[in-house]
């Protein structure tokens, strides 16, 4: 990857980061033609480890129903968009050594499934962990 692609990854990847939107360009080196995609991030959120909403945007509910088991429901629909999901710390308190992961899907028309884990964690709570998280939401 070249240079000026790597850096209009970056750019891309820390507007979508801050809620903003991003327009996508590709060009054929023959016939220098580009052809652009809207791209907007629709719904945003920063989740406590205990299912409590820190911050949103396109959020209207959050379920949390087991350990590392939360559905997400949002305020429009999910079709057509990338549903995008990190881990975050517990206000710099770190509860798993090693990996953590998170599992971002679909439940329907305006709901997703979140689970976290920390799989390298040792203990009965060795895979599925209430974990903080933020998700967003990005749709063409």
Not at 5 to 24: E, R
Not at 45 to 65: C, H, R, Y
Not at 94 to 100: A, I, K, M, V
């Amino acid at each position: 990857m070249n240079g000026s692609k790597k850096l209009a990854l970056g750019a891309a990847v820390a507007a979508l980061a801050i809620g903003g939107s991003v327009a996508v360009s590709t060009a054929s080196a023959g016939t220098r033609e580009a052809s652009h995609a809207a791209v907007t991030t629709t719904a945003w959120a920063k989740v406590a480890a205990n299912g409590t909403i820190l911050g949103a945007q396109g959020i209207s509910g959050i379920n949390k129903f087991g350990i590392g088991r939360y559905n997400i429901t949002t305020s429009s629909g999910l079709d057509r968009c990338a549903l995008l999901g990190t881990i975050n710390t517990n206000g710099g308190n770190d509860p798993g050594p090693g990996s953590s992961s998170i599992l971002v899907g679909q439940v329907n028309g305006n709901t997703l499934f979140i689970r976290t884990a920390t799989p390298s964690a040792g203990g009965s709570a060795a895979v599925d962990s209430d974990r903080p998280f933020s998700i967003s939401i990005v749709c063409a």
